[in-house]
């Protein structure tokens, strides 16, 4: 493909929080189709610089041709996001100016069979994102024919947040017994046998929480997550934003008790952002995003807060605005 298809979420709301200006170093951690990546670029010209992380190396090819008019502005990486800290050290964008994690699976690997992410497109249930996805190279197919019923059972509940997580994993064990499962229709279709018709009459297809689980557990993308927010505070310059958008509640769960937690991070949203209903009508995919951002403290200000997220702003680093 030598295009992107993928339609990104909230660029508007991630130039506004991030506030990119000439001369700044940007990180964009999940690449994707780029537009974010270009957004940041644009807004930070003539001479601000991004680095774009991915382990999709089709998506790193494509933005390679795409960024090519700004020349060294751009630099893309092959590597998971959760080793920020080394990869911007070694790139020169250590301290970064900001720092934006798109959590969301682009159309680009959506609709690619060979990945196995859709339970629409025909395709290997293998779900890793990318070589470096999981050093292990782990599998979905390993997980639903070989890991125990209880394993399986508290990743769907966990990690897919499936509410008949007990009753799917009933069905697929006894079904692997038979014939072990290869790929993504017949595991879709298997959910759907092994849940209530009424799930049908819902706004999502059976099978989206039971491929959400397996594809967070392949690539590790909960630990993953952690790590690269606490990475993220090391490298931000004081007064320097992180921004995520998440896509389902056990991320934004998990950037809200980070955001909170950290004694040098100063959140900018109370609450989520959300997609406006003109962008989710043009793209439904948007529907369930969700924005935080917070701003980097400096030590000076945390001393002074009496370890009460402080609210004054000191003259070396960027006055935050509460967002939006």
């Given at each position: 493909?030598?295009?992107?298809?993928?339609?990104?979420?909230?660029?508007?709301?991630?130039?506004?929080?991030?506030?990119?200006?000439?001369?700044?170093?940007?990180?964009?951690?999940?690449?994707?189709?780029?537009?974010?990546?270009?957004?940041?670029?644009?807004?930070?010209?003539?001479?601000?610089?991004?680095?774009?992380?991915?382990?999709?190396?089709?998506?790193?090819?494509?933005?390679?041709?795409?960024?090519?008019?700004?020349?060294?502005?751009?630099?893309?990486?092959?590597?998971?996001?959760?080793?920020?800290?080394?990869?911007?050290?070694?790139?020169?964008?250590?301290?970064?100016?900001?720092?934006?994690?798109?959590?969301?699976?682009?159309?680009?690997?959506?609709?690619?069979?060979?990945?196995?992410?859709?339970?629409?497109?025909?395709?290997?249930?293998?779900?890793?994102?990318?070589?470096?996805?999981?050093?292990?190279?782990?599998?979905?197919?390993?997980?639903?024919?070989?890991?125990?019923?209880?394993?399986?059972?508290?990743?769907?509940?966990?990690?897919?947040?499936?509410?008949?997580?007990?009753?799917?994993?009933?069905?697929?064990?006894?079904?692997?017994?038979?014939?072990?499962f290869s790929t993504t229709l017949d595991l879709a279709e298997a959910v759907r046998n092994a849940v209530p018709r009424s799930y049908e009459r819902g706004r999502i297809h059976p099978a989206t929480r039971t491929f959400q689980a397996l594809r967070i557990v392949v690539n590790d993308e909960v630990a993953s997550l952690r790590e690269v927010i606490d990475a993220a505070r090391q490298i931000?310059?004081?007064?320097?934003?992180?921004?995520?958008?998440?896509?389902?509640?056990?991320?934004?769960?998990?950037?809200?008790?980070?955001?909170?937690?950290?004694?040098?991070?100063?959140?900018?949203?109370?609450?989520?952002?959300?997609?406006?209903?003109?962008?989710?009508?043009?793209?439904?995919?948007?529907?369930?995003?969700?924005?935080?951002?917070?701003?980097?403290?400096?030590?000076?200000?945390?001393?002074?807060?009496?370890?009460?997220?402080?609210?004054?702003?000191?003259?070396?680093?960027?006055?935050?605005?509460?967002?939006?």
């Open positions: 493909m030598d295009r992107s298809i993928h339609i990104a979420v909230m660029t508007t709301e991630v130039v506004k929080a991030l506030s990119p200006h000439n001369g700044g170093s940007y990180i964009d951690a999940t690449l994707g189709g780029g537009t974010h990546a270009a957004s940041l670029l644009e807004s930070s010209a003539p001479d601000g610089r991004v680095l774009s992380f991915d382990v999709d190396l089709m998506a790193l090819e494509r933005a390679h041709e795409r960024f090519r008019p700004f020349g060294n502005r751009w630099t893309g990486v092959e590597a998971n996001f959760r080793d920020i800290e080394r990869v911007a050290g070694e790139y020169g964008f250590a301290p970064a100016d900001g720092i934006l994690l798109d959590l969301g699976v682009s159309s680009d690997e959506l609709i690619d069979p060979a990945k196995g992410l859709s339970f629409q497109v025909a395709g290997p249930l293998d779900m890793r994102l990318g070589p470096k996805a999981n050093i292990k190279g782990l599998t979905a197919a390993e997980i639903v024919n070989t890991w125990s019923a209880d394993d399986l059972e508290q990743i769907l509940r966990d990690d897919g947040e499936e509410r008949f997580a007990k009753r799917i994993t009933s069905y697929l064990v006894e079904r692997r017994r038979t014939k072990p931000l310059v004081p007064g320097g934003v992180i921004v995520v958008v998440s896509f389902h509640s056990l991320e934004d769960r998990i950037v809200k008790q980070a955001f909170k937690a950290a004694l040098d991070l100063d959140p900018l949203t109370k609450r989520p952002v959300v997609p406006t209903e003109t962008e989710v009508n043009r793209n439904p995919r948007a529907r369930s995003a969700k924005l935080r951002a917070a701003v980097k403290i400096d030590e000076q200000m945390i001393l002074k807060s009496n370890s009460n997220k402080c609210k004054q702003k000191s003259n070396i680093w960027v006055t935050p605005t509460p967002f939006p």
